[in-house]
Nanobody
Framework: QAQLVESGGRLVQAGGSLRLSCAAS????????MGWFRRAPGKEREFVAA????????RYADSVKGRFTISRDNAKNTVYLQMNSLKLEDTAVYYC?????????????????WGQGTQVTVSS
């Protein structure tokens, strides 16, 4: 069972950059597909990005494509989300998630383990 802890969220100005990290416990991190999701105030949790376990493929929500980059370091049991050109609408709690299956998916209910979330607030 994986335990996930996100960090890096903070207040940032629009147009700025931020990197989120998610540290995973356990020795099987490299076998998980990893994803980032977010929940904005008053909205449902939505998919942001995902990365396959061997770095061969990534997937992004249209709203972040070209601005966000997901990456992982299996030696450090950590997945990252580099966020550039941040917009007001990127304000949300960002969650890290792990999926046992090798298939990348965008569904909330298709991930097996979740972190507690880290708050990102983008100000004007």
């Amino acid at each position: 069972q994986a335990q996930l802890v996100e960090s890096g969220g903070r207040l940032v100005q629009a147009g700025g950059s931020l990197r989120l990290s998610c540290a995973a416990s356990g020795r099987t991190f490299s076998t998980y597909t990893m994803g980032w999701f977010r929940r904005a105030p008053g909205k449902e949790r939505e998919f942001v990005a995902a990365i396959s376990r061997r770095l061969s493929s990534t997937r992004y929500a249209d709203s972040v494509k070209g601005r966000f980059t997901i990456s992982r370091d299996n030696a450090k049991n950590t997945v990252y989300l580099q966020m550039n050109s941040l917009k007001l609408e990127d304000t949300a709690v960002y969650y890290c998630a792990a999926r046992v299956s090798v298939v990348i998916t965008t569904g909330n209910h298709e991930y097996d383990y979740w972190g507690q979330g880290t708050q990102v607030t983008v100000s004007s």
